[in-house]
């Protein structure tokens, strides 16, 4: 277990890494960070989180930058704390207004879907019918915005995962839905970095999640972006979406 201190230590570093996408120094932590203790202290919290494996140093003189298993710890504490995941009241705006435009066609939903989540996440998403070969992509583009794959390797190394994309996304759908079970409450897996199977992509995230639309149809999403991604953020999109699908076919 970390400390009360470190727990807020490491929130601060992986919300300013989110934001910057750039190692996080310890020079001006205390006066960010607002803890009340000295640089010191933080620098040795700092070096206990980096060997406990939730930090990383990139470069000697640099600051430090999460771990897969620092995303890991956060995206289990935004888990079980769900009141943590508010949406903007733009983003509610955006999604109503998608899903009425949409109406009852499964087609329509899940391509509404696709676009106003890959829109507001900065992700791509893929949306589907279960066990249907049928399925929608959007955000590719903007997934190869982030600052992540600015280096020919990640970007090569995504692209390459995309080729065989009908493929992928079979597989995708066997991995991973099938673990989820009939889609009730908000059961969303998660695999972040390394986790996830498929190795071309392991330096990215992948968040999973079933629907039901219309007619008792079991739809499907699936987010991928950079380990980076803004996880408080994207899990309260699709809890958001999840629950007005649901109230959306009750009516």
């Known amino acids: 277990m970390i400390s009360r201190r470190q727990n807020l230590l490491l929130n601060f ?10 190692p996080v120094p310890s020079s001006s932590m205390s006066r960010k960070a607002k803890l009340k203790v000295s640089p010191a202290t933080i620098r040795n919290d700092m070096n206990d989180l980096e060997a406990r494996g939730y930090l990383a140093q990139l470069h000697t003189s640099g600051g430090r930058v999460p771990t897969d298993k620092a995303y890991r710890y956060y995206v289990n504490e935004l888990l079980s704390e769900p009141l ?17 435009k949409a109406g ?57 995962f995309f080729e065989g994309f009908d493929l992928m ?4 759908e066997r991995e991973f839905f099938h673990t989820l079970g009939t889609p009730t409450g908000l059961p969303i897996q998660i695999l ?9 992509i392991r330096g990215e995230t992948i968040m999973c999640t079933k ?41």
Do not use: W
């Not at 890494?17 to 750039?22: D, H, S």
């Open 84 to 100: 943590r995941l508010a949406v903007s009241p733009q983003d509610k705006k955006s999604i109503a207004a998608a899903l009425t």
């Open 13 to 22: 570093i992986i919300k300013e890494y989110i934001k910057t996408a750039k």
């Open 104 to 160: 009852k066609d499964c087609r329509a939903i899940n391509k509404a879907v696709a676009n106003i989540l890959s829109e507001r996440s900065g992700g791509l998403v893929i949306t589907g019918i279960a066990q249907d070969a049928e399925f929608f992509k959007q955000g590719l583009v903007s997934l190869f915005r982030h600052p992540e794959f600015k280096e020919a390797g990640n970007l090569f190394q995504l692209a390459s």
């Open 192 to 200: 972040i970095g390394r986790e996830n199977p498929f190795r071309q």
């Open 211 to 251: 629907y039901l639309l219309p007619g008792d149809i079991i739809g499907s999403l699936t987010l991928i972006g950079p380990t980076r991604m803004d996880y408080e953020k994207n899990l309260a999109l699709i809890k958001y979406m999840t629950e007005q699908l649901q109230k959306f076919n009750q009516t």
């Open 169 to 172: 996304f079979q597989l995708i």
